[in-house]
């Protein structure tokens, strides 16, 4: 008898599994993400230092000026790197994989599937002595899907360059 409550039990459980994911609401599935594409407002190279360097997973393991992460074209400026990814998501945390001489992020904005921008990261530009850095932005998850990060570097009172290697997404498909 007891068996036969067992097997009915999980009959239930299988059936109102089924019907929630049918709903829509089935298991939220968690997403991290390395981007698939780039822009920026400038590349110090066309393939080298560009702005797909800093598409897939780091591959910049020492801190330093190399060719493996996306530089600007010149310093003591302020310049913008676009990073898009393949799956939407309801973001939760941005990773940003800086691989010299970091921390002049100074905004990171999450860009929805309608092409609006949302600042999720605001700071002023300042020195760390870890390097190869990884600036971790937390974001309560967001109420839309988000596509691109676009990740600000103020190198003005720097007068050489920041250098990005790689910008994770982690986010929700539901």
């Known amino acids: 008898m007891k068996s036969k409550s067992i097997l009915i039990v999980n009959a239930i459980l299988v059936m109102v599994l089924s019907s929630l994911t049918a709903c829509g609401s089935g298991p939220v599935t968690t997403l ?18 560009a702005a797909q360097q800093a598409t897939g997973a780091p591959d910049t393991t020492t801190c330093g000026d190399y060719s493996t992460a996306w ?11 676009n990073l898009s990814y393949t799956t939407p998501v309801y973001a939760t945390t941005a990773v940003i ?17 309608n092409g609006t921008y949302h600042s999720v990261y605001t700071a002023s530009p300042q020195t760390t002595t870890a390097c190869p850095y990884q600036l971790t932005v937390t974001i ?9 990060v676009r990740v600000t570097i103020d190198q003005t009172t720097l007068n050489d360059w ?12 539901q």
């Open 140 to 148: 309560p998850k967001t109420s839309y899907l988000v596509k691109a």
């Open 32 to 49: 991290d993400q390395w981007a698939a594409s780039g822009t920026a407002s400038s590349e110090f190279g066309s393939s080298s230092w």
């Open 97 to 113: 994989y800086i691989s010299d001489n970091p921390n002049y992020v100074t905004l990171v904005e999450l860009q929805d599937t």
């Open 71 to 81: 530089a600007s074209l010149g310093t003591g400026t302020v310049e913008w790197l």
């Open 162 to 173: 920041s250098e990005i290697d790689a910008v994770q997404l982690v986010g929700t498909t």
